[in-house]
């Protein structure tokens, strides 16, 4: 089983920044795929980004693209989203996912964490 656990979430003023954690145990060296989504109040899931664990590659929706960042640190497990140049419409809870397979929606990742809050005021 893998669990994951989401940090760095809070309130910002739009333009600003903030860098969610996601900490990975269990059998995270199964793990192909990593990435984060997001759910607004109201709003339909959306894919923010995704990251290839073995060769590192990134995919990002076109709403974040420029402004995110997905990364990874393998020594210790955990999976970061820094996120600058932040407006309102990001104000959402963001869920860490993982997953064997890339091939799928990070939406539809097998394995997500609670969440983290990020609200952005204008």
């Known amino acids: 089983q893998v669990q994951l656990v989401e940090s760095g979430g809070g309130s910002v003023q739009a333009g600003g920044s903030l860098r969610l954690s996601c900490a990975a145990s269990?059998?995270?060296?199964?793990?192909?795929?990593m990435g984060w989504f997001r759910q607004a109040p109201g709003k339909e899931r959306e894919g923010v980004a995704r990251i290839y664990i073995g060769g590192g590659s990134t995919v990002y929706a076109d709403s974040v693209k420029g402004r995110f960042t997905i990364s990874q640190d393998n020594a210790k497990n955990t999976l970061y989203l820094q996120m600058n140049s932040l407006k309102p419409e990001d104000t959402a809870m963001y869920y860490c996912a993982a997953d064997l397979r890339c091939g799928l929606p990070v939406i539809d990742f097998a394995y997500r964490g609670q969440g983290t809050q990020v609200t952005v005021s204008s």
């Open positions: 269990g059998y995270t060296g199964r793990m192909y795929c």
